[in-house]
């Protein structure tokens, strides 16, 4: 089993779960776009005192949704299926700016078919969320307490077909983003110790589910699509670190959610290391892994080895 594991919340995130949904907004007949829109969810308190605004965007009424306010800017300009601008979102009271964070679309644009759905006449929406705490803060990565959401939804031009999906993250997690950019692990052929081809890091993440007591993950996959993963279940006694964890206490755990893949592969041997770690709403950690992978053939052995150094979404 082990050979196999994997993470019911994690398999994919990146990729789209399609699911079937409507489009409430279309452009002219013919032409197909992506219109982009974010959800700022709060309280009234929230909305009484602070207003929030991003260049490029228009506001619609906020509208009551249970115990929360939830207001939409929605992007006066289509999108389409190139890389989009970032957008700074501000809270704003009295003409000065108490908090801010951006937004990046990334979601419509990560379908594959994307360009030829457009050009077929295919509309899209997708809806970013953010939080606005009481004090102006605004929040974009999914916490315990506030489930926000990135998805992406199509609709077919005779409007009688649809599909979407999405991911709690507020980025795809590209390696290259700025608070990933110093994790470097890296694919090797250990029988030659050669990078193996496309063997570099293309998204690189870090999960934490559940609380104190939960399960450390790290996700990374590779330019060549395959990807490695990593499950720590935290002690009840709490972190200790620096954490050397070896290829066989992970596959020896009584927790089903602990473990290392390689795809298929299991770890043979190796170790994942924590240096440092912060568990908290804005976490974080760094760490290093050096770990060989193989199958029950013995042929085709991995190394997977570099520096871990990523944000930590919670859920």
């Known amino acids: ?32 776009s992506i219109v982009y829109q974010v959800e700022v969810q709060g309280s009234a308190i929230a909305f009484r005192d602070f207003v929030v605004e991003a260049s490029g965007f228009e506001g619609e009424p906020a509208r009551y949704k249970g115990a929360w306010f939830a207001e939409l ?14 957008s700074v979102f501000r809270a704003v009271r009295s003409g000065a700016v108490q908090g801010s964070t951006s937004l990046r679309p990334f979601v419509c644009r990560g379908h594959p078919d994307c360009a030829a759905r457009l050009a077929g006449g295919w509309q899209a929406v997708e809806e970013h969320s953010l939080f606005l705490e009481d004090d102006g803060t605004l929040l974009k990565n999914n916490d315990f307490e506030h489930a926000l959401s ?19 993250q507020s980025t795809l997690g590209e390696c290259t983003e700025s608070d990933r950019s ?19 890091s293309r998204l690189c993440n870090s ?10 993950v790290v996700h990374i996959e590779f330019a060549d699509s395959s990807f490695l993963q990593l499950g720590f279940c935290l002690p009840e006694t709490g972190l200790q670190l620096p954490l050397s964890v070896s290829a066989q206490e992970l596959a020896s755990s009584k927790c089903p959610w602990q473990g290392a893949s390689l795809g298929n592969r299991i770890a043979k041997d190796g170790h994942w ?15 290093y892994i050096s770990m060989l992978f193989g199958d029950s ?19």
Do not use: H
């Open 297 to 315: 053939s013995g042929d085709s052995d991995f190394l997977v080895e570099g520096t871990i150094s990523l944000p930590i979404v919670q859920f």
């Open 207 to 216: 999960f934490l589910v559940g609380r104190a007591t939960g399960v450390l």
């Open 150 to 168: 990135y998805g992406c939804s199509w609709r077919s031009p005779n409007g009688k077909d649809g599909d979407g999906g999405g991911t709690i």
């Open 182 to 200: 110093a994790t470097d692990v890296k694919l090797y052929e250990s029988a030659r110790g050669q990078l193996w081809p496309r063997g570099g």
């Open 73 to 86: 800017l929605r992007m006066k300009q289509p999108l389409d299926c190139e890389y989009a601008e970032i």
């Open 273 to 287: 290391r924590i240096i440092e770690a912060d568990l908290g709403r804005d976490g974080w950690q760094r760490g």
């Open 1 to 32: 089993m082990r050979a196999r594991m994997c993470y019911p919340w994690l398999v994919r995130l990146t990729c789209l779960s399609l699911v079937v949904l409507g489009v409430a907004r279309c452009a002219p007949d013919g032409a197909g």
